[in-house]
């Protein structure tokens, strides 16, 4: 039997994931503080940040206004407050993933710690992690190191240390199914599963006079903080497709029959790797290498094998479509996809699906090549992976409109839909904060940054005990220059700047003169 929620709490965070997770843990009075001892190996950051004395407070624009002409890579595709988070957690994620080099330290302040509940509908802490939208293997690894997937207080590699007995190698992809463990085990390792709710949907909330009502569970609270990720449903397929959805769903059919895959990104080659080898796979996607590349090409094939032949699969059958000749032979690009990619692979790059015809446990489908007559294939299975969204449906019109503004649609929500609320405030409306991918960010190295904001205006709204009002200072210690927010450079949204060297040279002798009386 789920746990009952308390009546009344200071803040509730909808969702279980991991920028839930990590915000509970702050809120439980574990304070982020800079750790001089493993000063920043940026010395113009380390000046600025070091006389702090903690991180919940953060003067964002003035603390990353050099980022663009640093000599070390910054992202700058993600928000100012993420990518300045990020690099104190991990300052050398690019060649050391190990926790032991962060210059954060979290210090336990019991007395700063905020009444809140995390409620998640998933049946363990996770989020998406932990539930299967898209029919793909759990063993699967994940597209970001273990490193960049530590929480505070309990690393990936701690977990592998007791779950494995073996210390974890430098830069491993774990697969899903070990993610998924570890966030599982988190709360109860890091003493926050008092405030865990899990298997439990939120719904019918709105904002009364002293906070916030949630009408599905009659329980009140001053905060509210929306973690529910823009990853809980996939895109659904248009009418003429859903008779298709009668059959396996992408998993292998019982007649040996192809799987049908609609899709052009990572869902899609997801399930393509997740397929027996003996499958026949017809795909389906969208090839516009100069206008909308897919984003497995930026998959490099040492890092990332298994998703560079899916993709280089895919450019082998969009190539011999435009000289209208066969397509070479492939050849394996890893023992994941060991399979005869010649004969159990046929790629149909920009094709349209004209008509269905479903009988029993398979389908007759007839396509509309890009180039050519239109063509009939038999199908037994069908996986359409073209995306997915998030939703705010669990929030009365009223409040949805003031967190969505203008925004039509709340219940098919991308990275894009609260991005330009969130380069000014992650505060989103008064007392309602986005953390992880709804603020645009979708990897969990990026959710401190949301989470700590969060976090000090929660914890200082509490201490001061002031009406709830919205807080004059929250949108100028959360904005992004306006350079900042247009600039979008190589594969990661990193990028090196040696332009301007002198000035920054200037700015960091003089934030220097305050080395020998600084603590």
């Known amino acids: ?39 920043h190996p940026d010395p113009i950051l380390h000046a600025k940040i070091k006389t702090l004395g903690d991180l919940l407070q953060l003067d964002v624009p003035t603390l990353t206004d050099h980022f663009a002409a640093s000599r070390i890579s910054y992202s700058t595709q993600a928000l100012s407050l993420n990518v300045l988070l990020d690099t104190l957690v991990r300052p050398n994620s690019e060649t050391d993933d190990r926790e032991e080099s962060s210059c954060i330290q979290w210090v336990c302040h019991p007395e700063r710690a905020v009444p809140h509940v995390v409620v998640g509908n998933t049946v363990a802490p996770g989020g998406q992690w932990v539930d299967n939208p898209v029919k793909a293997s759990w063993d699967i690894e994940t597209l970001s190191y273990a490193g960049m997937l530590s929480l505070p207080a309990y690393s990936f590699s701690q977990f592998h240390q007791e779950r494995y007995g073996s210390p974890l190698p430098a830069f491993t992809r774990p697969t899903r199914r070990q993610v998924a463990d570890y966030l599982s085990r988190y709360p109860a390792q890091v003493g926050i599963s008092d405030a865990i709710f899990c298997g439990q949907s939120l719904s019918q909330i709105s904002r009364t006079k002293q906070g916030f009502l949630i009408g599905s569970h009659g329980v009140t609270c001053k905060n509210l903080v929306l973690a529910s990720g823009i990853f809980c449903k996939p895109i659904p397929p248009r009418p003429l497709l859903r008779p298709l959805q009668r059959l396996s769903d992408g998993e292998s059919s019982e007649n040996d029959l192809p799987l049908l895959v609609v899709g052009s990104g990572f869902s899609a080659a997801d399930v393509i790797i997740s397929a027996p080898t003996a499958q026949k796979i017809i795909h389906i996607f969208k090839w516009a290498p100069k206008s909308a590349p897919s984003p497995l090409r930026a998959c490099h094939q040492q890092a990332y094998p298994e998703y560079a032949g899916v993709y280089r699969n895919m450019k082998v059958a969009a190539m011999a479509l435009r000289s209208q000749r066969p397509a070479p032979a492939r050849t394996n690009s890893s023992n994941i996809l060991n399979r005869d990619w010649t004969s159990s692979y046929e790629g149909l790059p920009n094709t349209v699906i004209k008509d269905v015809k479903v009988s029993g446990r398979s389908a007759e489908v007839t396509f509309q090549p890009d180039k050519g007559p239109p063509v009939s294939r038999i199908i037994g299975s069908f996986a359409y992976v073209v995306g997915r969204r998030g939703s705010l449906d669990y929030l009365k019109p009223g409040l949805q409109a003031e967190v969505c503004s203008s925004l039509e649609d709340a219940t098919m929500l991308s990275g894009q839909s609260l991005r330009t609320k969130a380069l000014n405030s992650t505060e989103v409306a008064p007392h309602v904060f986005v953390v992880g991918s709804l603020t645009g960010d979708s990897l969990v190295r990026f959710a401190y940054g949301g989470c700590v904001f969060a976090a000090g205006e929660i914890i200082q709204s509490r201490e001061s005990d002031g009406p709830i009002t919205q ?14 927010r247009t600039v979008m450079n190589g594969l990661d949204g990193h990028y090196e700047s040696f332009a301007n060297g002198d000035k920054n040279n200037d700015l960091l002798r003089k934030l220097s003169l305050n080395d020998e009386t600084s603590p």
């Open 471 to 484: 807080k004059p200072t929250a949108e100028s210690r959360n904005t992004a220059s306006s350079h900042e």
């Open 1 to 39: 039997m789920a746990r009952s929620l308390p009546p009344a709490t200071d803040t509730i965070i909808v969702g279980n994931g991991p920028s839930a997770l990590i915000l509970s843990y702050i809120l439980h009075g574990n304070i982020p503080q800079y750790n001089k001892n493993h000063p």
